[in-house]
């Protein structure tokens, strides 16, 4: 493996709680593990005093990796231009041997260049631009704008010049890879890989050990995460406690899953931990027999979603409960490495839950084999399938 300089940009602010931010990170830090230095570029922290984002993430500072803030200023418009040109500015520079991006908009623009006048470009898409855009006001509701047919077509374009020209392709799933080549046609130099998890917990425990069965969930509280067919299965399995790991209080998802817990009657027997710091969220997980990852059936969750969780989960090594879909499918076997169920499907969450909760050594058997899995879905081994990527770039 030859020591590449590396360029990744994300246009968010920097640390941030949601899991494109943990993604970000842990990748970045394991390709500088890997002997790669790596630069990010990231919006400036929305918190002040600004925080550390080695700190918040839990995982030691490398001189190998640096994150670079850039200034922001003006509006949404004027930002994102300022971060577009010093992305552009930085990549056309003569310090960089790869630029390595899931922002679609500075990878269109870098595919517009003659490959002898930029560094090779590695785009990592999480799913099709124009099917995501349409889909987010019937996943997020109202919060949502709906797209306009004119930006849905700006972004189609993008995605085939992208897929087009970029000198190497990273998907999260294959069949997100497949959907591209039916979509833009076949290309070479196409890469399949998944997120990852970390083996060990650093964090603190914020829960006790139960003295019952406890199944959890971690993550966000949107509609379409299924948060709302696991408390209504949760309802229908009385011998068997819950808790969410999330929720942030600055979102309506939080007051509508805890209205629908309290409608349930369920708040004897679940806890809503709120946001955790990033490190301790393997550590209340930690404390339950059950994972649940109960996604509903969208275009997102079947084809495109590579879910954080569920790596975290296989790591726990406890018994996994997840929605039959494509995309999962990719990653465990029903009754090997976990139990699957029909998506949307409560009546059958709720039946997988009450069997897994009344067997100990099927749940047992099923925890040991997620996490001997667990091992290929590292943040260290993301980072040896990227080097392919990137082997393949500066090859090609």
Known sequence: MTPLRLLSFADTRFPIERANGVQTMATCRALAARGHQVTLLVRPDSVEPARDPFQFYGVPATPALVIET???????????????????????????????????????????????????????????????SASMPLLLGASAPVP???????????EALVWKHADAYVTITRTLADDLAVRYGVRDRVFVVPDGANLETSGAASLPRASRVRAAYAGHLYP??????????????????????????????????????????????????????????????GTADIFVLPNTATAISERYTSPLKLFEYLAQ??????????????????DVTAWLVPPGDATALAAALSTLASDPSRRRRLGQAARALSAEYTWDRRAERLDEAFTSAVSA
Request: proline letters at 6%; glycine letters at 10%; hydrophobic letters at 45%.
């Open 317 to 334: 090594g406890g018994a996994i409960i997840a929605s039959n879909l494509p995309a999962i499918r990719e990653i465990v076997t029903h």
């Open 148 to 158: 306009s047919q004119r930006k849905i077509a700006r972004l189609d374009r993008r």
């Open 70 to 132: 850039v200034p922001a200023s003006g509006g949404t418009t004027g930002r994102r231009v300022q971060m577009l040109w010093t992305a552009l500015r930085r990549a056309l520079g003569t310090d960089v041997d790869v630029i390595y991006t899931r922002d679609l908009g500075l990878a269109a623009l870098l595919a517009r260049l003659p490959a002898t006048r930029r560094p090779r470009l590695v785009y990592e898409s999480h799913g099709i631009a124009p099917i995501v």
């Open 224 to 285: 379409w995460k299924g948060v709302d067919v696991f408390l209504q299965a949760l309802a229908a399995t009385p011998h068997v406690d819950g808790v969410i790991v999330g929720g942030h209080p600055g979102e309506t998802d939080l007051a509508r899953v805890t209205a629908l817990a309290q409608s349930l009657g369920l708040n004897a027997r679940l806890t809503i931990t709120g946001l955790l710091p990033p490190p301790d969220v393997a550590a209340a997980l």
